[in-house]
C-alpha cells in the first residue's frame, strides 16, 4: 500500500514558476514508476509528467521546456518544478504512483490533488 500527499499548489501568475512535491509513504518507492497528471474543469486528467524506477522521464507536449520532473527516492518524494507558467496550465495536479510486477500485478495509487491556477 502506498499513500501520496501533494502539495505546493497555488495562485501564481502567468510566467510564474511553482514546485509541487508529493511525498509516498509505504514500501518500495523506488520500484515504482512515478507521474503528474492534471485534470482541468471540463476536461479529462492527462499525463504532464513521468519518471521512471530507473529515472527515465517523460513529458506531455505542452509543458516540454518548461516543467521538469524529479524523484528523490532516499525522501520517498516526486517533485514537478513548473516554470513560465500559462492560464491553461490552470487545474488540479494528482501525483501517481504505478508499479508492475513480473506475473502481471500491477498497483496503481493516487494521491488526493492540489490545485494549480495560473491568473494576473
Known amino acids: 500500500q502506498v499513500q501520496l500527499v501533494e502539495s505546493g499548489g497555488g495562485l501564481v501568475q502567468p510566467g510564474g514558476s511553482l514546485r509541487l512535491s508529493c511525498a509516498a509513504s509505504g514500501s518500495s518507492f523506488r520500484s515504482y514508476a512515478m507521474g503528474w497528471y492534471r485534470q482541468a474543469p471540463g476536461k479529462q486528467r492527462e499525463l504532464v509528467a513521468s519518471?521512471?524506477?530507473?529515472?527515465?522521464?517523460n513529458y506531455a507536449e505542452s509543458v516540454k521546456g518548461r516543467f521538469s520532473i524529479a524523484r528523490d527516492n532516499a525522501k520517498n518524494t516526486v517533485y514537478l518544478q513548473m516554470n513560465s507558467l500559462k492560464s491553461e496550465d490552470t487545474a488540479v495536479y494528482y501525483c501517481?504512483?504505478?508499479?508492475?510486477?513480473?506475473?502481471?500485478?500491477?498497483?496503481?495509487?493516487w494521491g488526493q490533488g492540489t490545485q494549480v491556477t495560473v491568473s494576473s
Open positions: 501517481n504512483a504505478d508499479r508492475l510486477l513480473a506475473d502481471g500485478t500491477r498497483y496503481i495509487y
Open positions: 519518471v521512471t524506477d530507473s529515472g527515465r522521464t
